[in-house]
């Protein structure tokens, strides 16, 4: 039987399992709805170097093995292997329906469904995700590159930005654009700084076609898709930024998304569609429907790392307290005596 401090958190990715351990270690009833494999993308990084605590780095599988363990023993239940396929609301509370049917109600949500970055197709580069084929583009990223040969896959603004960045440290950076030219795809100021800087190598109608190493990414290769002419770059890094998608579908006209499905909260939510609010403002990480938060990937404007999806699962945790404190005319109100109960005996 649930009570009022009920959450539900849907994903169980970094930022889902991070949102279970601090909601059930501060006495919230908590309930995790799970897909696929707890972990979530990082479950399948065979080496994790950059999470704190972990000098020596940590298995994906291993991490997220060990979070789920730890929400579990402080009495977080899981669903698994069902996948949420509507939301709405009933009165106070919020229904998830499962895809076989049945529904979970809870006082409030956390939507931590992450975003599944796009791959290239490439059999051989599946070994190498975390060890040498990264996604996002971090400070600590490009200071370790300092000196060396990068690779960046992509023409559209986030692969710029992540050349410019790379650029500042790294010895060269090759940029590898599947198209014949960086305006289509790509802000016009972002292509003009791109094409100024000395250590950048344009590649276009290029694609990555295979990659080798023993423990970590050693080289990939190049295909010109004009003449089909290869070339063996070595690099210990490619970075592949064709873009992200979010698990956010079966959230289509009930949680306001951006044009490419990421979740809008917070002061990013449209004004013409604040009117369920009334007259308070959205609170930090709550979406469109009141009660109903996101955290991680799966969020607009989110960094795109392990750590900051389990910082924000800890914030989103602090609001939800927020939100179920109780409004004043709710609290129970002080017991009244009479004078002959208050007189001494």
């Keep these: 039987r649930w009570t009022k401090k009920k959450v539900a958190i849907v994903g169980a990715g970094p930022a889902g399992l991070a949102a279970a351990v601090y909601a059930s270690s501060e006495g919230l009833q908590t309930v995790m709805i799970e897909r696929e494999a707890i972990g979530g993308q990082a479950s399948a990084s065979s080496l994790i170097r950059n999470f704190l605590g972990f000098p020596r780095g940590i298995r994906g599988a291993e991490l997220a093995q060990r979070a789920w363990q730890q929400a579990w023993l402080l009495g977080a239940k899981y669903v698994l292997a069902r996948r949420a396929v509507a939301l709405r609301a009933d009165n ?23 975003a599944e970055y796009r791959r290239l197709g490439v059999p051989r580069l599946a070994r190498f995700a975390g060890v040498g084929v990264l996604y996002p583009v971090g400070a600590d990223v490009a200071s370790a590159l300092a000196g060396k040969d990068v690779v960046v896959c992509g023409g559209g603004n986030s692969a710029g930005q992540a050349v410019v960045h790379l650029a500042k440290r790294a010895h060269r950076v090759i940029h590898v654009v599947r198209g014949h030219t960086l305006s289509a795809t790509m802000s016009a100021y972002l292509a003009e700084e791109i094409l100024r800087l000395p250590n950048v190598d344009l590649r276009f109608d290029t694609e990555v076609v295979d990659a080798d190493g023993e423990r970590g990414l050693e080289s990939v290769v190049l295909a010109s898709r004009k003449t089909a002419a290869r070339e063996r770059i070595a690099t210990q890094a490619l970075f592949v930024m064709i873009g992200a998608m979010p698990h956010t579908e079966w959230l289509g006209g ?10 809008l909260t917070g002061d990013d939510i449209p004004t013409d569609s604040r009117a369920a609010f009334g007259e308070r403002p959205p609170m930090l990480l709550e979406t469109s429907m009141p009660g109903v938060f996101a955290a ?18 800890a914030v989103a945790i602090r609001v939800v307290h ?10 129970p109100a002080p017991p009244r005596y009479t004078p002959e109960e208050l007189r001494p005996s």
């Design 296 to 313: 991680g990937d799966v969020r607009y404007g989110s960094t795109k790392r392990i750590a900051s999806a389990v910082g924000e699962a």
């Design 322 to 331: 927020e939100y179920l404190r109780p409004a004043p005319e709710e609290e």
């Design 254 to 263: 009930v949680i306001e998304r951006d044009r490419n499905g990421f979740i």
């Design 92 to 114: 106070g509370d919020r229904v998830i329906t499962l895809d076989d049917g049945r529904e979970v109600t809870a006082r409030v949500v956390v939507i931590a469904t992450g």
